[in-house]
């Protein structure tokens, strides 16, 4: 049966649910003589007769029957796929799988809210994990979509910023430092710092600065979450770099201050990839327009929010416009 073809096969279907020829060629647009040959072609595949003539009337043998639930079961799981696709290209149905660094799930999962009240039957699987990680993701294309807070480095993956990351100092609200302006690098080197977990995009970018200026830090402590780094500031054991994403929800509460210092904020941005080869699913390619064309402004909300005070410098930063390809 490997060398029978959909088009065969389909005659046949149609032949059977009539028992006729005729009625079968009109139905498929088909000359009678083109309807037979089809037949004839099948049935040399098969090995046995498909149908036999009674008198005037055709009927159905018993490979004749065999074949007809066969088809029927084809036909019948192409048109559940046929629609299954027209739901995806209506958006109707389908899944976006995203992997996120880990601070991008300060944004993320409320970026994602108005795009799944849009589309109510689409799932979603959010994965979320450091950069090193999301990279590895990447090049092997286990999900859709990625976002990060720096372009990946390897060549041939798609990427496109979409709202600005910038990364700040941060220290408890009592801290010392809370009030100066314009802090040298050289003072911060004095400071215990708290550093993120190696693989970390903020560590690396954070590193980058204080190499370039020839200044080590004073790094009292590594940990491998943004939460646990904010903790570990209210509770007095050091500064760290963070992006103010991280701050958000937080920034209200008052407890933690953002230092003026040179270098500062980090400006960097964030960026929505893929793998250059991949073609995007309906699904992921709407996300991806949706969040170039509406994320940020989502995503900014706490920083749109009048009854929160952010330093000027600050809301400059998260305002900026995005760097045009
Ligand atoms: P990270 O990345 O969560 O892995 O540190 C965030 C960033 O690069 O801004």
Redesign the pocket.
Known sequence: MRHATFRQLKVFETIARHLSFTRAAEELFLTQPTVSMQIKQLTDIVGLPLFEQIGKRIHLTDAGRELYTTCQEIFGSLERFEMKVADHKGLKKGRLRLAV???AKYFAPRVLGPFCQRYPGIDISLKVT??ERVLERLSENMDDLYI???PPENLGTNFQPFME?PLVMVARADHPLAKRKNIPLQRIAEEPFIM?EPG????Q?TQQLFEENGISLRVRMEMGSNEAIKQGIAGGLGIAAL?VHTLALDWISGEFAILDVEGFPIL?HWYIAYPGDKKLSVVAQAFHDYLLNEGRQVAEAPFNDPRIVWPEKILKAIKAPLPTA
Do not use: E, K, P, V
């Open positions: 660094i880990t601070t450091n950069r990060l807070g720096q990351n993120r970390s995009g903020i560590r970018a992006s960097r």
